[in-house]
Each structure stands twice: as structure tokens, then as C-alpha cells.
């Protein structure tokens, strides 16, 4: 599975969009990019995946570059509940890869 | 549907104890996996099994083995805990998309929290 980059924290304030960025230079054409939160020490939430297109759900939007080099993950209105580190992943199937993520904090 | 259970919740050993972590997940999915997940690191892979009598090794399965008892259950056993072993385990579970092979989103437990003394 392709290694994934991303930043090691950053800060939102309430109610703005929180724009997450990773940088997945070596994917390959079948590889999926998959999105999971880990809120304080629960287990990992699903948020989204998508493979070409842009997706949207209703917890998030994944944008991906034509390349399929990087992606975004939005928040459109952070709030004080997504506070949490997110995880970048792209993966083919059972071996799924966490790296450190990205620790967000929402602020009032 | 309580989803993936696991227990215990908390676990304390001494060195060269044995324990076996339980996980069982009523959602009818075929993969089930074993993580772990050390302090201000992701969690890394350490055993799966893609279907009911079958396993396979992740990332870092040394030290560890499992048994798929059964579709809903898959469990992880320390044969010897070392200091190195704590950590906090979880158990996820998946399905195929259909045609596909590809596995669906993994949905996870809430962990177990083992420290090895």
C-alpha cells in the first residue's frame, strides 16, 4: 500500500471549514483513499473513501487531485465534537496503513 | 447490533503471562482484524483473518497468534506478554464489496487497554 503524508496538527475555529490535507504521491491506479477519525482513545470512525471522483457524504467531502497525488478531507462547519486525529489511507484491500494522522483541534 | 465488541476492557499482566483478547462483531462480515495502537502512534496491523479458517499476518504479528473460532468471533493470544506488548488493542471487521474483492470500510471496537508489567 502506498505510504501517506500528512501535517501533524492543526487548528479550526467553530463553525469554519477544516481543510485536511494529504499528500500520497505513490499511490497506485486501483489504491483507494480512505478518511477515519479517532476521537480521544475510541476506536476508529469511518468518514469516507473514494477512489477518482470527488465524494461527499454527510460527515465530510474528499477532494482528489486529477493526479490522484494528494487529496482533502472538509469539514464544512467544524465543530467542537470533531476535535480528534484523522487518518489518511490509501489502500488495495486487507492491509490497511495508519500513520500518525493529523491531530485537529476545533476551537471556540 | 451492538456492532464489534471486545473485552476485556482493561488488562494487567506480568511479564510471561498469557492472555487471549476476545472480539466478536454481529454484523455478518467475513474479515475481521487485530490492531494495535501505541501512545501518539496509528494503529498498525497485526494479524487478519479474510474469511472464517483462514489468518494472516500484518505488519507485526511477532509475538502473537489468533483463531477465527467462528464467522462472528476472532481472538488474540499472547503466549508470553513482554513490556513490550502494552499497547491498546483493537478489533475491526469488514465485508467484500460484491464482484469486487475489495474490503468495505472496517468498523472498529472500543479497544482493549493492556499493560504488561
Known amino acids: 500500500d502506498a505510504k501517506t503524508t500528512q501535517p501533524t496538527s492543526m487548528d479550526c475555529a467553530e463553525g469554519r471549514a477544516a481543510n485536511l490535507p494529504c499528500n500520497h504521491s505513490?499511490?497506485?491506479?486501483?489504491?483507494?483513499v480512505y478518511w477515519y477519525r479517532q476521537i480521544h482513545s475510541q476506536g476508529p470512525q469511518y468518514i469516507i473513501h473514494?477512489?477518482?471522483n470527488n465524494e461527499t457524504n454527510e460527515m465530510a467531502s474528499l477532494i482528489i487531485t486529477e493526479d490522484r497525488k494528494s487529496s482533502t478531507l472538509i469539514l464544512p462547519h467544524a465543530t467542537l465534537r470533531d476535535t480528534a486525529v484523522y487518518y489518511c489511507?490509501?489502500?488495495?484491500?486487507?492491509?490497511?496503513?495508519f500513520g500518525a494522522g493529523t491531530r485537529l483541534t476545533v476551537k471556540p | 447490533n451492538a456492532g464489534v465488541t471486545q473485552t476485556p476492557k482493561f488488562q494487567v499482566l506480568k511479564t510471561g503471562q498469557s492472555m487471549t483478547l476476545q472480539c466478536a462483531q454481529d454484523?455478518?462480515?467475513?474479515?475481521m482484524y487485530w490492531y494495535r495502537q501505541d501512545p501518539g502512534m496509528g494503529l498498525r496491523l497485526i494479524y487478519y483473518?479474510?474469511?472464517?479458517?483462514?489468518?494472516d499476518k500484518g505488519e507485526v504479528p511477532n509475538g502473537y497468534n489468533v483463531s477465527r473460532l467462528n464467522k462472528r468471533e476472532f481472538s488474540l493470544r499472547l503466549e508470553s506478554a513482554a513490556p513490550s506488548q502494552t499497547s491498546v488493542y483493537f478489533c475491526?471487521?469488514?465485508?467484500?464489496?460484491?464482484?469486487?474483492?475489495?474490503?468495505?470500510?472496517?468498523?472498529f471496537g472500543p479497544g482493549t487497554r493492556l499493560l504488561v508489567l
Open positions: 483473518s479474510a474469511s472464517e479458517g483462514t489468518t
Open positions: 475491526a471487521s469488514s465485508d467484500q464489496f460484491p464482484g469486487t474483492g475489495l474490503q468495505e470500510t472496517q468498523y
Open positions: 454484523m455478518n462480515h467475513n474479515s
Open positions: 489511507i490509501v489502500r488495495l484491500n486487507n492491509d490497511m496503513r
Open positions: 505513490t499511490i497506485s491506479g486501483n489504491e483507494y
Open positions: 473514494g477512489l477518482k
